[in-house]
């Protein structure tokens, strides 16, 4: 998944108040799945409120000062200097570790708080209708906010610690109130407004006016409207600055809880089923927490997701698995009044703007429009997948109680541990033994032949030496810096960073952004550079490399394909750029498009090999591997829909309780899984306590993009098959070159149907292409 959406000063702290760092859903969760009833259509059109907007005298009311106004110049100067300010392509990691704590970044965000409002209110003043007297004039103010805000909100993913987080807290409301002072500014309104009605607005690009319109949407719907000084516009803010603590507080209280559990197991024997490696891994796990004997189990997934995969000792299985389905629900990191919370703010919020919702404002936006069609598709593919998901579940408990003794039904915490069985039995290979083929430096070396042979771009990692003599520094010593090129020109760089770090690192996978392809009035042309980041298991030693298990390779590939897409963009408008502006259900085609490489026999041979032979693949496990994209398919498919049923559900129909007699969140989620949940749920479970896409994440009614865009992704892929039947190698070539020119080059700056009729020749998706690599399509 991705985290950053826009370079905004909006957008740029919407990226650090949702956190976008949770597992790529359509990577790691190929495994169990619920769905709801049809949600009741809303047949009553939401109108948003008609502005009129006047003119207002520019205040400083609006954000509290944090210095006096005769500051010295070399005050107000100080905060340039500092390593979160002061870099073009490649921040100083090294030095802005050594200045996070409070006392030496609250005062620099402070000051650049200040100086961005002085210079918006500024700046006000001289608005014109004109592209460039608008968006242009506050391209580099916003670009500077962007720049510092994100590096703190990366180093609070990958270097978690208490002084940071008392840095966010403290800097964050500031922040909320300069993104709403900017949002709601009523001259940058009417300047744009004026634009869109004269005869300036036939002279811009079909970029430039995709922009204007989009920033006119988004000034709508962050509270323009309201009058200056009205309650309504008082509690909008409030709300909006509330959100974005609550959203803090639910990512930490998931961080915390997970930290905070931890299953030391003394006697090996009742690990039974768990390999040597594995063992090995829960003893450093343990090690590294301060156990000096014993196993130890942790939440974090690198450890949780072997361990109820291959430990055969099923009460200990069902103790770890209640462990997580219950995480952030009780005590001080209860999650619970935090969505409930949420929820009513966030219809509230949409109430104010005029929409029924937050998911009819949420779907407003996005390329679907409506509920009802997000949850046309929904249906769609349950009707697709539960006469196969049903088939499977009595397969897979038949397999359990012939060869593994369970009685039925299964348990929850049988599942995964049963579907793993389950494979190997049919596929003959376990994950670990598949995993030894994948060596990290044999499967990146493959993911950057992909890239130069279907798509023409070149990928190569800095060497130290150039690292060093171009004063590139890194978060960790694990980070790795590469050059993306293409025709011998360079066109971008990204940092990896790959490994698991559960003491500092959050879990799941992302790709952020680190600056935007610009060009500005100079001339000059900033390039892109993003972050990759993964958490596959580190190396067990400095001998050995990392050993991917096969879901770690398509994570890769994944995250890798959200980077081509913001890295090879030709859009030099930053709000358009890459990956900024586009549709948040079509934003992840350019990721999972990039999966299925990992299910083509050659390119799995060609990106793995035994770490320590070097010999080949054997063909039956390339052949299990290929098959495996089928394996349990229409499970995992009711998986996602459930999450995606019960996302929109929250954020449409649902009233948080007002008393104990209402119904929960949970009794919502419950509810929902009695139609499609095949293996029976707990009462106790507390999944939506730690479910960071929706709460603690960007994904709030957007849950369904995954399944929205895959559709789009399975059918781009069609297109390399068609090719590949038609003309062979050649004919590939010349796809992946229009796939380049379009859905990797056009970025915001052009409508997400507009991009795919370039690609694909037609304006409709065929889903079939989606049942059909799942396996499904027999099943309608």
């Known amino acids: 998944m991705y985290r950053a959406t826009g370079r905004t000063i909006n957008q740029s702290i919407i990226r650090l108040s949702q956190n976008r760092r949770i597992v790529n859903p359509s990577a790691y969760s190929r495994r169990l799945t619920t769905i709801e009833q049809r949600a009741t259509q809303l047949n009553k059109k939401v109108t948003t409120p008609k502005f009129r907007i006047q003119e207002r005298v520019a205040t400083r009311s609006t954000l509290p000062t944090f210095r006096s106004m005769t500051t010295a110049t070399n005050e107000i100067t100080a905060y340039k200097q500092s390593p979160f300010v002061q870099w073009k392509l490649f921040p100083d990691f090294e030095k802005l570790l050594g200045e996070c704590k409070p006392e030496q970044a609250i005062p620099v965000f402070q000051q650049l708080i200040n100086e961005a409002r002085d210079k918006f209110l500024a700046l006000e003043k001289e608005f014109q209708p004109t592209f460039d007297g608008t968006i242009g004039q506050l391209s580099e103010l916003e670009d500077e906010i962007s720049r510092a805000y994100g590096l703190l909100s990366h180093l609070n993913g990958v270097k978690n610690s208490p002084e ?183 219809r509230e919020k949409a109430n104010l703007l005029g929409y029924k919702s937050h998911a009819d404002l949420s779907l407003s936006v996005k390329m679907a429009q409506d509920i009802e069609s997000a949850q046309n ?35 929850p915490w049988d599942t995964s541990y049963a579907s793993e069985q389950y494979r190997r039995k049919l596929f003959k290979f376990d994950e670990e033994t598949i995993s030894q083929y994948f060596a990290f430096p044999k499967v990146l070396q493959g993911l950057f032949d992909v890239a130069n042979e279907i798509l023409g771009v070149q990928v190569r990692e800095l060497s130290p030496a150039e690292l060093k003599t171009n004063k590139i520094t890194t978060w960790h010593d694990d980070v790795k810096v590469f050059e993306v090129s293409e025709k011998g020109e360079v066109k971008a760089y990204f940092y990896g960073d790959f490994y698991s770090r559960p003491s500092e690192k959050r879990s799941g996978a992302w790709m952020d952004t680190v600056t935007t392809r610009t060009k500005h009035l100079d001339g000059h042309v900033t390039l892109p550079v993003a972050y990759l980041i993964c958490n596959q298991p580190p190396p067990q030693s400095q001998d050995e490399p990392s050993l991917m298990k096969f879901r770690d390779v398509e994570t890769l590939f994944h995250e890798f394909g959200h980077c081509l897409q913001h890295m090879m963009t030709r859009v030099e408008y930053p709000d358009a750029s890459g990956i900024n502006g586009i549709e948040w259900d079509f934003v992840e085609v350019a990721s999972q498009f990039m999966e299925n490489f990992c299910s083509e026999p050659e390119w799995l041979n060609r990106l793995s090999g035994h770490y320590k032979t070097g010999e080949n693949m054997p063909q039956e496990m390339i052949d299990a591997l290929v098959k495996g994209r089928e394996f349990l398919s229409g499970m995992a498919m009711l998986r996602q829909l459930h999450f995606s049923k019960v996302d929109l559900a929250l954020h449409s129909t649902f009233t948080p309780p007002k008393s104990s007699s209402d119904k929960s969140v949970f009794d919502l989620d419950a509810e929902i899984a009695k139609g499609t949940t095949l293996i029976p749920r707990l009462p106790e479970d507390r999944f939506l306590c730690s479910f960071l896409h929706i709460f603690g994440g960007g994904y709030s009614a957007g849950y369904y993009s995954y399944k929205w865009s895959e559709t789009y992704s399975a059918d781009a892929y069609a297109a390399f098959e068609e090719a590949a039947q038609r003309g062979g190698k050649p004919a590939i070539s010349q796809i992946g070159t229009l796939y380049r020119d379009t859905i ?25 292409a989606l049942l059909r690599h799942s396996g499904l399509l027999a099943h309608k």
């Open 377 to 411: 598709l929904l249906d769609r593919l349950f009707d697709a997948s539960i006469g196969s998901a049903q088939k499977e579940v009595e397969k897979l408990t038949q397999f359990a109680a012939t060869e593994l003794g369970m009685t039925a039904p299964l348990s």
């Open 164 to 346: 940071l987080r008392e840095t966010l807290e403290k800097i964050q409301p500031e922040f909320i109130k300069l993104s709403l002072l900017m949002n709601q500014s009523i001259p940058k309104y009417n300047a744009l407004e004026t634009l869109k009605n004269s005869d300036e607005w036939n002279k811009l690009n079909s970029v430039q006016q995709r922009i204007v319109d989009k920033s006119l949407r988004s000034m709508k719907n962050t509270g323009i409207g309201f009058p200056e000084n009205s309650p309504e516009k008082k509690r909008f803010n409030e709300i909006s600055e509330r959100l974005s603590q609550l959203s803090l507080s639910f990512n930490n209280n998931v961080l915390d809880a997970t930290k905070a559990y931890k299953r030391v197991v003394k006697d090996s024997t009742e690990l039974e089923g768990c390999s040597e490696t594995l063992l090995e891994t829960l003893k450093k796990n343990g090690e590294q927490l301060g156990e000096t004997e014993g196993f130890c189990i942790t939440l974090d997934f690198p450890i949780y997701g072997p361990f109820m995969m291959n430990c055969s000792n099923r009460a200990l299985r069902e103790e770890i698995y209640k462990a997580n389905i219950t995480k952030a629900s009780e005590g001080a990191m209860n999650n619970e009044p935090v969505i409930n919370e949420i929820l009513c703010l966030r």
């Open 744 to 768: 990797l080059a056009l970025g915001g700056g052009t409508p997400p149907s507009e991009v795919w009729k370039m690609f694909r020749g037609r304006g409709n998706v065929d889903v079939s």
